[in-house]
Protein backbone atom coordinates (compact mmCIF):
# COMPACT_ATOMS: atom_id res chain seq x y z
CA UNK A 1 0.00 0.00 0.00
CA UNK A 2 0.97 3.26 -0.77
CA UNK A 3 -0.53 6.66 0.37
CA UNK A 4 -0.48 9.92 -1.27
CA UNK A 5 -0.97 13.30 -0.15
CA UNK A 6 -0.54 16.73 -2.36
CA UNK A 7 -0.69 20.13 -0.88
CA UNK A 8 0.28 23.57 -2.26
CA UNK A 9 -2.96 24.20 -4.34
CA UNK A 10 -4.81 27.37 -3.83
CA UNK A 11 -6.17 30.59 -5.42
CA UNK A 12 -4.33 32.64 -7.95
CA UNK A 13 -4.51 35.04 -10.84
CA UNK A 14 -3.92 34.48 -14.63
CA UNK A 15 0.14 34.45 -14.91
CA UNK A 16 1.36 33.33 -11.62
CA UNK A 17 2.99 30.70 -10.32
CA UNK A 18 2.19 27.46 -7.87
CA UNK A 19 4.06 24.50 -6.90
CA UNK A 20 2.62 21.10 -5.61
CA UNK A 21 3.77 18.68 -3.80
CA UNK A 22 2.80 14.86 -3.44
CA UNK A 23 4.29 13.22 -0.57
CA UNK A 24 4.52 9.35 -0.48
CA UNK A 25 4.70 6.60 2.12
CA UNK A 26 4.01 3.34 3.05
CA UNK A 27 5.47 0.77 0.49
CA UNK A 28 7.40 3.70 -1.93
CA UNK A 29 9.62 1.22 -2.96
CA UNK A 30 7.47 -0.40 -5.11
CA UNK A 31 7.28 3.28 -6.98
CA UNK A 32 8.43 3.06 -10.37
CA UNK A 33 6.71 6.08 -11.34
CA UNK A 34 4.68 8.84 -10.37
CA UNK A 35 2.78 11.49 -11.85
CA UNK A 36 0.26 13.96 -11.80
CA UNK A 37 -3.61 14.71 -13.41
CA UNK A 38 -6.26 16.86 -13.61
CA UNK A 39 -9.84 17.67 -13.53
CA UNK A 40 -11.84 19.89 -14.41
CA UNK A 41 -15.84 20.44 -13.49
CA UNK A 42 -17.71 18.53 -16.28
CA UNK A 43 -14.23 17.28 -17.82
CA UNK A 44 -12.52 14.06 -17.42
CA UNK A 45 -9.80 13.45 -15.79
CA UNK A 46 -6.35 14.40 -18.22
CA UNK A 47 -2.64 13.53 -17.58
CA UNK A 48 -0.47 16.48 -16.72
CA UNK A 49 2.93 15.16 -16.28
CA UNK A 50 5.20 11.48 -15.22
CA UNK A 51 8.39 11.23 -13.94
CA UNK A 52 10.36 8.01 -13.30
CA UNK A 53 11.68 6.57 -10.11
CA UNK A 54 14.87 7.87 -11.00
CA UNK A 55 13.95 11.30 -12.14
CA UNK A 56 15.87 10.59 -15.69
CA UNK A 57 12.87 10.82 -17.28
CA UNK A 58 9.83 13.17 -17.53
CA UNK A 59 6.95 13.38 -19.66
CA UNK A 60 4.28 15.96 -19.91
CA UNK A 61 0.94 17.02 -21.74
CA UNK A 62 0.98 19.07 -24.69
CA UNK A 63 -1.24 21.95 -23.00
CA UNK A 64 1.72 22.19 -19.92
CA UNK A 65 4.70 21.95 -22.08
CA UNK A 66 7.10 24.56 -21.65
CA UNK A 67 4.63 26.29 -18.43
CA UNK A 68 4.91 23.16 -15.88
CA UNK A 69 7.96 20.93 -14.68
CA UNK A 70 7.66 17.90 -12.64
CA UNK A 71 10.83 17.15 -9.72
CA UNK A 72 11.02 14.60 -7.49
CA UNK A 73 13.04 14.67 -4.23
CA UNK A 74 14.21 10.43 -3.38
CA UNK A 75 14.87 11.21 -0.33
CA UNK A 76 12.03 12.84 0.86
CA UNK A 77 9.42 10.43 -1.46
CA UNK A 78 8.08 14.20 -2.52
CA UNK A 79 7.09 14.82 -6.02
CA UNK A 80 6.55 18.63 -7.39
CA UNK A 81 4.87 20.26 -10.25
CA UNK A 82 5.72 23.83 -10.44
CA UNK A 83 3.38 25.84 -12.24
CA UNK A 84 4.71 28.67 -13.95
CA UNK A 85 2.28 31.10 -16.24
CA UNK A 86 -0.73 29.87 -14.91
CA UNK A 87 -4.19 30.34 -17.11
CA UNK A 88 -7.94 30.02 -16.27
CA UNK A 89 -7.79 26.90 -18.21
CA UNK A 90 -5.28 25.21 -15.57
CA UNK A 91 -8.27 25.35 -12.94
CA UNK A 92 -8.55 22.06 -11.56
CA UNK A 93 -8.59 19.21 -8.92
CA UNK A 94 -5.25 18.23 -9.35
CA UNK A 95 -4.42 14.43 -8.80
CA UNK A 96 -0.83 13.00 -7.60
CA UNK A 97 -0.54 9.27 -8.65
CA UNK A 98 1.80 6.31 -7.84
CA UNK A 99 2.24 3.20 -10.22
CA UNK A 100 3.65 0.52 -8.28
CA UNK A 101 4.33 -3.27 -8.98
CA UNK A 102 5.06 -5.94 -6.11
CA UNK A 103 5.57 -9.20 -7.49
CA UNK A 104 4.42 -8.71 -11.40
CA UNK A 105 1.37 -7.08 -9.51
CA UNK A 106 1.22 -3.61 -10.61
CA UNK A 107 -1.00 -0.96 -9.07
CA UNK A 108 -2.10 2.75 -9.02
CA UNK A 109 -2.83 4.48 -6.18
CA UNK A 110 -4.22 7.93 -6.15
CA UNK A 111 -4.07 11.15 -3.60
CA UNK A 112 -7.32 12.85 -2.56
CA UNK A 113 -6.45 15.73 -4.99
CA UNK A 114 -5.44 19.60 -4.15
CA UNK A 115 -7.65 22.51 -5.80
CA UNK A 116 -5.82 25.01 -8.27
CA UNK A 117 -8.53 27.95 -9.20
CA UNK A 118 -6.47 30.67 -11.89
CA UNK A 119 -8.66 33.66 -11.94
CA UNK A 120 -8.54 36.01 -15.13
Known amino acids: QVQLVESGGGLVQAGASLRLSCAAS????????MGWFRQAPGKEREFVAA????????HYADSVKGRFTISRDSAKNTVYLQMNSLTPEDTAVYYC?????????????WGQGTQVTVSS
Open 51 to 58: ISRSGTYT
Open 97 to 109: NADTVVDWNEATY
Open 26 to 33: GHTLSIYA
